[in-house]
């Protein structure tokens, strides 16, 4: 069964920081793009970041490029996501999730192409 399990979410101050962990199996993780999608109180699942399957190459969503950063490490199958200078509007559910589109800018925010996703970890920023 693919499984993705998202960690590291909790309860910060503005400004302040959070690293979220996304863990999978093998099989899952390899040799895939993977994303962070987050979803706010009554809104919509938005885009924030893609890595691709060497980490070679990153994209973000507008609204996190200069505060958030995407990495991941092969070998423990695990993909991070540090969240520097936080803002109460990044308070949402943030998931992880495997993509099967390819590296294009438009494919890679739609939700649609991303295959499994993981329960979500809850972050909260308070002002």
């Known amino acids: 069964q693919v499984q993705l399990v998202e960690s590291g979410g909790g309860l910060v101050q503005a400004g302040g920081s959070l690293r979220l962990s996304c863990t999978a199996s093998?099989?899952?993780?390899?040799?895939?793009?993977l994303g962070w999608f987050r979803r706010a109180p009554g809104k919509e699942r938005a885009f924030v970041a893609a890595?691709?399957?060497?980490?070679?190459?990153?994209y973000y969503g507008d609204s996190v490029r200069d505060r958030f950063t995407i990495s991941r490490d092969n070998a423990k199958n695990t993909m991070y996501l540090q969240m520097n200078s936080l803002k109460p509007e990044d308070t949402a559910i943030y998931y992880c999730?495997?993509?099967?589109?390819?590296?294009?800018?438009?494919?890679?925010?739609?939700?649609?192409?991303?295959?499994?996703w993981g329960q979500g970890t809850q972050v909260t920023v308070s002002s």
């Open positions: 890595i691709s399957w060497r980490g070679d190459s990153t």
């Open positions: 093998a099989r899952t993780f390899n040799p895939y793009v």
């Open positions: 999730s495997r993509y099967s589109g390819a590296w294009f800018d438009t494919a890679l925010t739609t939700p649609d192409n991303y295959d499994y």
